[in-house]
DNA sequence: CTAGGGTTAGCG
DNA sequence: CGCTAACCCTAG
């Protein structure tokens, strides 16, 4: 009588992904008490959590196997829409730790979930706070950005903040003076203001919430289930006016991830490192 | 508390 | 009717 059949939700299926994301498949109990995700996840137990997961698991693989009965492959990591294979049993997240003079965004123990929705934006900020005060530290300019562009600014923002910030002062965009001093540019050619640099093209991979900080691997293996994501949405979801929506804000978050992307390629190119890409 | 198997309600 | 997803039960 009092069980339906409650369907999950858009907002819990997400809640849910950014719960594993976060605390590792398996920690159900966890996160399904952390506030974060507590309010959309209050009517779920952790049970529910741990079918729906398997259950969104089964939807990803079972679909490349309805294209192949015979299976080749005994597939032995996650679903795809699911990721956190290899984060250990005990508490995984590392970059919680470091911390920096800006904390912010408070967040009053669990009201919204850390959508890093915005990043071609920043750019530009950075470029306004730089024309209002000549010189800044990057926690001024942290400051400002978080000043004006309200919530989204994710938590550890101030690594890739700087990793941009290099990346501009290596285009010749801006200088640095003193030991961590930030300004314009003015003189030399500043003819193209874009060189390609802030203008992406935008192909068609999607992408979550995604932490800054992380490692390369961890990001790669992000992007990679990202695309295969995209892959499965793009030949299933043909009729779901759900899963359109979803896609199209995932269209706009793509900037975000592709910012991520190009922040860390640049932090290992100038680390010397060679990339070798099948 | 979690993982896995079993059960039932909806839907095409 | 068969399948999928939400729900339930239980061993470890």
Same mark, same amino acid.
């Given at each position: 009588m009092g069980n339906p059949k409650q369907k999950w939700t858009n907002e819990e299926e997400e809640a849910l992904r950014a719960g594993v994301a976060k605390h590792g498949a398996g920690k159900w109990k966890l996160i399904q008490k952390d506030p974060e995700f507590n309010q959309y996840?209050? *009517?779920? *137990?952790n049970i529910d959590l741990k079918d729906k997961w398997r259950n969104m698991a089964a939807a990803v693989q079972g679909s490349r196997e309805k294209l192949r009965p015979p299976r080749p492959r005994p597939v032995q990591d996650v679903p795809a829409v699911p990721s956190v294979p290899l984060q250990t049993p005990t508490v995984v997240p590392a970059p919680v730790i470091h911390e920096s003079?800006?904390?912010? !965004?408070? +967040?009053? *123990? =669990?009201? +919204?979930?850390? +959508?890093?929705? $915005? =990043?071609?934006r920043y750019t530009e900020l950075i470029f306004d706070a730089l024309k209002d005060q000549n010189a800044m530290d990057i926690s001024s300019i942290l400051a400002y950005i978080e000043k004006m562009s +309200?919530?989204? !600014?994710?938590? $550890?923002?101030r690594k890739p903040l700087g990793a941009r910030l290099r990346r501009l002062v290596q285009q010749e965009k801006l200088e640095k003076v003193e030991s961590s001093l930030y300004r314009l540019?003015?003189?030399? !050619?500043?003819?193209?203001?874009s060189n390609q640099k802030d203008?992406?093209?935008?192909?068609h991979p999607p992408a979550l919430y995604t932490k800054v900080g992380e490692s390369l691997e961890e990001a790669a293996k992000t992007a990679a289930y990202k695309v295969v994501e995209a892959e499965n949405k793009s030949s !299933?979801?043909?009729?779901a006016i759900k899963e359109l929506e979803k896609f199209s804000k995932m269209a706009e978050e793509t900037d975000s991830i592709l910012q991520l992307a190009k922040d860390i390629f640049d932090r290992c190119t100038t680390h010397g490192e060679i990339l070798l890409v099948a």
């Open positions: 996840l209050h *009517s779920r *137990s003079p800006a904390d912010h !965004v408070k +967040d009053e *123990s =669990g009201k +919204d979930l850390p +959508d890093a929705k $915005n =990043g071609p +309200d919530i989204p !600014v994710p938590p $550890n923002f540019k003015t003189n030399t !050619v500043e003819t193209n203001a203008t992406w093209p935008r192909p !299933v979801a043909a009729e």
